[in-house]
Nanobody
Framework: QVQLVESGGGLVQAGGSLRLSCAAS????????MGWFRQAPGKERKFVAAITWSGSGTSYGDSVKGGFTISRDNAKTTVYLQMNSLKPEKTAVYYCALDLNGAIDLWSVTTMNINYWGQGTRVTDTS
């Protein structure tokens, strides 16, 4: 079993920045991929970003390209999402995700490959 705990959510204005963190614990010895999804109220969960175990491979959703950066620190088993120049939008919950197979090429089209989810951290737009 793997546990994912997100942090870093909060209040932000359009154009502002925020950094989310997700710490993995438990069975973390495999070369897993990690990433983020976002879900606004009444909307489906959407892909935001993903990163491979080595960090050499990254993938971003079309709506966040250029403004977000995903990174990870395997020594801390933690993945980060730096969000800059946030666009005005409704409040959303950001969910951390983990794929034990380590690949990220399917993250933008399906969540069937996701083995574990975090509880989510809320980002509230105060614009």
């Amino acid at each position: 079993q793997v546990q994912l705990v997100e942090s870093g959510g909060g209040l932000v204005q359009a154009g502002g920045s925020l950094r989310l963190s997700c710490a993995a614990s438990g069975r973390t010895f495999s070369r897993y991929a990690m990433g983020w999804f976002r879900q606004a109220p009444g909307k489906e969960r959407k892909f935001v970003a993903a990163i491979t175990w080595s960090g050499s491979g990254t993938s971003y959703g079309d709506s966040v390209k250029g403004g977000f950066t995903i990174s990870r620190d395997n020594a801390k088993t933690t993945v980060y999402l730096q969000m800059n120049s946030l666009k005005p939008e409704k409040t959303a919950v950001y969910y951390c995700a983990l794929d034990l197979n380590g690949a990220i090429d399917l993250w933008s089209v399906t969540t069937m490959n996701i083995n574990y989810w975090g509880q989510g951290t809320r980002v509230t737009d105060t614009s």
